[in-house]
């Protein structure tokens, strides 16, 4: 090590209790690439290494996460799909049923059977039977 380099390094200690205006947050990363210049080859390479599994690991779990959003959402879609084609499907077999007995209902009534015969046999309410014959 040169001197001017000892020279500030063997200082590097002394600043653990740092005042309250070196306390930000640019000053805490400072002192902490200090502490880092400090370290033997050995600690340096410990440090390193410790350093790229902390980040393969925070990789990993970054990929993982996202990997599961996407399948999560295509699940999601899926099934979001799924239900509204079989939701879709049920309205409009409802829809159909109903507007078939209304034409039942008002080709009965056009061949003069009576009201109360109509609801019964398509099984409406008289006075739905009348509404819908007087359309």
Do not use: H, W
């Not at 440090?47 to 990789?59: F, G, Q, T």
């Not at 879609?77 to 939701?87: D, P, Q, S, T």
Request: a neutral charge; hydrophobic letters at 35%; aromatic letters at 6%.
């Amino acid at each position: 090590m040169r001197q001017s380099e000892e020279r500030y390094t063997k200082n590097l200690s002394r600043l653990d209790n740092r005042p309250a205006a070196l306390r930000e947050k640019i000053f805490s990363k400072l002192f902490a690439a200090a502490s880092v210049a400090r370290f033997t080859p050995t600690e340096l390479r410990e440090y390193e290494d410790s350093l790229k599994a902390y980040r393969d690991i925070k990789n990993s779990l970054d990929t993982a996460k996202e990997e599961g959003r996407e399948e999560g959402l295509e699940e999601g879609l899926a099934k979001g799909r799924e239900e509204g084609l079989a939701k879709g499907r049920e309205e409009g077999l409802a829809k159909g049923r109903a507007e078939g007995i209304a034409l039942v209902a008002k080709a009965m009534y056009a061949k003069g059977m009576d009201v109360n015969t109509i609801a019964s046999m398509v099984g409406m309410a008289k006075d739905e039977v009348e509404r819908l014959c007087r359309q």
